[in-house]
């Protein structure tokens, strides 16, 4: 069974600086997808960064990166330069990549507050 | 492009009342559709597993006959919430996987719809 772990229910940062967003897993697939997602008041689900477990190098999309410890099973999310839009919720996720099965599984989320 | 599309995205019924929920990928085949509840200040948690043409699988907990889904072509599934209860108040959201990722991707990406508020009273 897949599991992911948010330890932080709320998170606050001041615009402009760079904040970091936990997120830890336990999997016993031995290829596996890790996601980050944003969603806003209005409720939608944004993609934001994909990491493979297979991959090298940690995944970066503008602003964010996925600080990838394999060892550890962390997947940590590091906005930089922070907007006061990218206050949202955010949730880490992960599917297995081998298997047929596709299914999406989420943490508890963290709420994130930029303050101006 | 990759666009899934839900409707209506605000529903208020009474109590005892079905509702219908659509989900569309509008540029995309899906041959696979998810469809996720999420409670106030909760995380999404997956009802089923929805597959064109065949019958929708359902998670741990989740009442098939309470929770109705078809699957009817590669571009619409619906989910039917049967006689409503408070408790049913809701958000869903349903997720399409377009196979045509893979290539790029290494898996089939899925794609969000905006949600549905479901509100039972």
């Known amino acids: 069974a897949q599991k992911i772990t948010q330890t932080q229910p709320g998170m606050f940062v001041q615009e402009k600086e760079a904040v970091t967003l936990d997120c830890t897993y336990d999997?016993?697939?031995?290829?596996?997808?890790l996601f980050w997602y944003k969603q806003p008041s209005s409720g939608e689900m944004i993609f934001l960064i994909y990491?493979?477990?297979?991959?090298?190098q940690n995944a970066t999309e503008g602003r964010y990166s996925l600080n990838f410890q394999k060892a550890r099973k962390s997947a940590n999310l590091v906005i930089s330069a922070s907007q006061l839009g990218d206050s949202a919720m955010y949730f880490c996720a992960m599917r297995p990549l081998q298997g047929g099965s596709e299914k999406l599984v989420f943490g508890k989320g963290t709420k994130l507050t930029v303050n101006p | 492009g990759a666009v899934v599309s839900q409707h209506p995205s605000r529903v208020i019924c009474k109590s005892g009342t079905s509702v219908k929920i659509e989900c569309r990928s509008l540029?995309?085949?899906?041959?696979?559709m998810f469809w996720y509840r999420q409670f106030p200040k909760q995380s999404l948690m997956l009802m089923a597993t929805?597959?064109?043409?065949?019958?929708?699988?359902?998670e741990q907990g989740v009442e098939k006959d309470k929770f109705l889904i078809n699957h009817a072509s590669l571009t619409l599934s619906t989910l039917t919430v049967t006689s409503a209860h408070p408790e049913d108040s809701s958000f869903y959201i349903c997720?399409?996987?377009?196979?045509?990722?893979?290539?790029?991707?290494?898996?089939?990406?899925?794609?969000f719809g905006p949600g549905t508020r479901l509100t039972v009273l």
């Open positions: 990491q493979g477990s297979y991959d090298q």
């Open positions: 999997t016993s697939d031995p290829s596996y997808g």
């Open positions: 997720s399409a996987s377009n196979p045509l990722t893979t290539g790029t991707r290494g898996y089939n990406e899925q794609f």
């Open positions: 929805s597959n064109e043409g065949s019958k929708a699988t359902y």
């Open positions: 540029d995309f085949q899906a041959t696979t």
